[in-house]
């Protein structure tokens, strides 16, 4: 307390006001002081991880809870205000995108990229792939990857852009964000909260950990396949599966991306290219089937038609035009 009452007293002599007004140059710094939004810890690192004992980790379903939980708490949140809208065109690639597709059973880009991002071959992993009928509570955690770093960015979008409005004096702390809810004060709270909880290491090891397996497992798929196409043969296969689960080379496969201490924006950019071509096949394949609905539709009604010419040239002409049309009703969409 005496420090900060130091603080305080130093912070209010630079007022340069005289001892008449001394008093309230001291009340105006206590109040700017206690005005201003804590900062955000830095992110956890990639070694803190590693020290982090195995057994002290999360377990998995414990991960995927905690960061469903928060995910919906943030986003509930960033929906109720329009202090959060950005100016310009929205980015593809938001927490909200990458949670509806993690609800909806959508493919995460493929754990192996390979260097040719768009190759032929990037594509068939994707096409060659369904969505998965699971609810995102059992979908295995290292679908969960890309949500964790758009989390982390948009906390620390959220953190920023209270901060930025405090710490400048264009709102006070006890205002609400948005009318019942909660105060800036009482968010940014509950981000920095969260924030904590996405960068305990022991969060972060389970994460980190689920993410390497996946590429292991699907590397070793890689091998075997390339072995029944005759690309390899057993000699050269069980040698890669044999370095491949050597500890050291294991724990040497890339693991979570460390981004976590990125801006925003350079977290947002690498999630865009990360999912660019998957999206890109995505969307090939949404315009293909639509187009083949259009195509039914159209045969359909061409099929309509056709069935209320043959039964008019049978019925008479054109004089018997009427009973065709109540027997068999006129497709008018047709012929407008």
């Known amino acids: 307390m005496d420090a900060t ?7 209010a002599q630079r007022f340069r006001f005289d001892e008449f007004d001394y008093d309230y140059a001291y009340s105006s710094a206590m109040h700017a002081l206690y005005q201003l939004i804590p900062v955000l810890s ?16 999360l377990q998995v379903n414990d991960v995927k809870y905690l960061l469903l939980q928060i995910s919906h708490a943030v986003l509930q949140e960033e929906g109720q205000s329009s202090i ?13 995108m990458l949670s509806d597709r993690l609800h909806t059973g959508k493919l995460c880009p493929h754990p192996i990229q390979l260097i040719a991002n768009d190759t032929p071959k990037v594509r068939h992993q994707y096409t060659s792939h369904s969505r998965t009928g699971k609810p995102a509570r059992l979908r295995p955690l290292e679908d969960f990857e890309d949500l964790y770093h758009a989390l982390l960015a948009k906390i620390q979008e959220m953190h920023q852009q209270i901060a930025l409005r405090v710490n400048n004096g264009f709102v006070d702390t ?7 809810g909660p105060t800036i004060s009482a968010l940014s709270d509950t981000l920095i909260e969260f924030w904590t909880t996405l960068n305990d290491p022991k969060l972060v090891k389970t994460l980190d950990a689920a993410v390497r397996r996946s590429r292991i497992k699907h590397l070793h798929a890689t091998i075997l396949a390339q072995l029944y196409t005759h690309q390899i043969t057993k000699a050269d296969a069980y040698d890669l599966l044999t370095d491949l ?14 981004i976590g201490g990125w801006a925003p ?8 290219e990360k999912y660019r071509v998957l999206l890109q096949v995505e969307k090939e394949a949404e315009q293909r089937e639509a187009f ?21 040239s049978l019925l008479g002409g054109i004089e018997t035009r009427m009973a065709v049309e109540l027997r068999l009703g006129w497709p008018e969409e047709v012929v407008e």
């Open 5 to 11: 009452h130091s603080a305080v007293d130093a912070a």
């Open 265 to 272: 924006a350079m977290i947002t950019a690498f999630l865009a």
């Open 245 to 258: 689960y050597d500890p050291d080379e294991y724990a040497g496969v890339a693991g979570l991306a460390w």
């Open 174 to 180: 006890s205002a609400r964000i948005y009318a019942s």
């Open 292 to 312: 083949l609905r259009e195509f039914e539709e159209m045969a359909e009604k061409v099929q309509k038609y056709g069935r209320y010419l043959k039964a008019l």
């Open 84 to 96: 959060w809208k950005t100016r310009g065109k929205p980015s593809l690639i938001s927490l909200k």
């Open 42 to 57: 830095d992110a956890v690192s990639q070694a803190e991880v590693e020290a982090m004992p195995e057994p002290d980790a």
